[in-house]
């Protein structure tokens, strides 16, 4: 988060948070993780995934932790800022 604004942007913020694996796994369903426009588009159910805790696969590390959950809908609420 940019300490200046207070604003989560994809680049700073969300991109960090998506681990190798969440890519490569995510990539075979469609998901396109490291796609900015593609996250902006789907971001309300990617966050219906994440709070859910089934997104990612456990084959790729399981869910977040809460704290990140967190963050991904603050990015969502906030505009999804590049």
């Known amino acids: 988060m ?7 942007s994809f680049k700073q913020d969300i991109a960090p948070l998506i681990r190798p694996r969440d890519i490569s796994c995510m990539d075979d369903y469609d998901v396109k993780l490291n ?14 995934r994440l709070a859910k805790g089934d997104m990612p696969p456990k084959d ?23």
Do not use: H
């Not at 796609?35 to 219906?48: E, S």
């Open 2 to 8: 940019s300490e200046s604004t207070g604003t989560v």
């Open 35 to 48: 796609d900015y426009a593609w996250m902006k588009t789907n971001a309300d159910k990617i966050y219906a």
């Open 60 to 82: 790729a590390g399981g869910a977040w932790p809460a704290d990140k959950v967190q963050l991904f809908k603050q990015w969502k609420d906030g505009g999804c800022q590049p």
